[in-house]
């Protein structure tokens, strides 16, 4: 069984308009700066911060774009200056605060990850990529600490739940409620959940998988087989699709459940 990789929905993209009192260029400049990150084109989008940072230093969203870019790039210490600037010129840019949580966590620093994304949710109770990266960071910490699962995937699932009241068509909720019901055993509940996030995202690789081990488990073999086939036509050189194919398609012939 596998989760699907950590932070998926990382804040990469704040307001694109600059903070008020601003240089009106250096807000065109940080509005274009967002629109090449959303273009992907990381080399326009750093000249476009920086230009709007010769204006003021201190543009929150010019730091956060900049930080970005730094991110995407692989420069994580210039990132994370970059994201700590734009949090103490701005502590209510709850889009800095995820984003250097972001970092916290993809470098295996759940907990001081989690106060990043708390901050974030005090200026914004509905940003959904700040719920959720807190969400998986107490996820991943019951992964870690199997003597505390149960309390920790309680607080987790909170978060979920309160994710899905401001952002219900979030697929990776749905995957993730239903990962940690599958491992708990709680395999109906968690072919419901997988069932909801290929219904959104049905291109999902590790919700199809998930799909297929929780139909097999229930002894639905054929539906199983059905979502492993699609779950290989969405990632095909997933070896756990193909060898919980293999199983579905074993359960089917001997008509029980397999153990995936």
């Given amino acids: 069984m596998s989760l699907a990789p950590l932070a998926a929905l990382a804040a990469v993209a704040a307001a694109c308009a600059a903070s008020p009192r601003v240089h009106p260029r250096a807000a065109e400049e940080v509005a274009r700066g967002y629109r090449y ?10 000249i476009a911060f920086a230009h ?12 956060n774009g900049a930080g970005i870019v730094e991110r995407r790039r692989g420069r994580l210490e210039e990132a994370r200056r970059r994201f700590e600037h734009a949090v103490k010129v701005a502590p209510d840019f709850a889009e ?6 972001e970092l916290k966590l993809a470098a295996g620093r759940p907990e ?16 959904v990529v700040a719920r959720l990266d807190l969400a998986r960071a107490l996820l991943h910490r019951g992964l870690r600490e199997r003597s505390r699962q149960a309390e920790l995937w309680g607080a987790a699932r909170r978060e979920y739940l309160h994710l899905l009241e401001s952002g219900p068509a979030v697929a990776e909720a749905h995957h993730d409620l239903a990962f940690m019901d599958y491992e708990s055993g709680r395999h ?10 290929v219904e959104l995202a049905p291109d999902y690789p590790e919700a199809l998988h998930g799909l297929c081990i929780s139909l097999a488990r229930l002894g639905r073999c054929a539906e199983a087989e059905g979502f492993c086939r699609r779950c290989l036509a969405a990632s095909p050189g997933s070896d756990r699709c193909r060898a919980s194919l293999g199983g579905a398609q074993a359960c089917r012939a001997r008509g029980a459940a397999p153990t995936p």
Avoid: S
Avoid at 188 to 197: C, D, T
């Fill in 37 to 46: 990150l959303a273009a992907d084109d990381m080399e326009r989008a750093e």
């Fill in 52 to 63: 709007a940072l010769e204006f003021n230093d201190d543009i929150p969203e010019a730091q």
């Fill in 96 to 101: 800095g605060h995820v984003n250097l949580g």
């Fill in 112 to 127: 001081a990850a989690e106060a990043d994304f708390r901050a974030a949710l005090r200026v914004n109770p509905d940003l």
């Fill in 188 to 197: 109906a509940r968690a072919e419901a959940e997988y069932r909801r996030a």
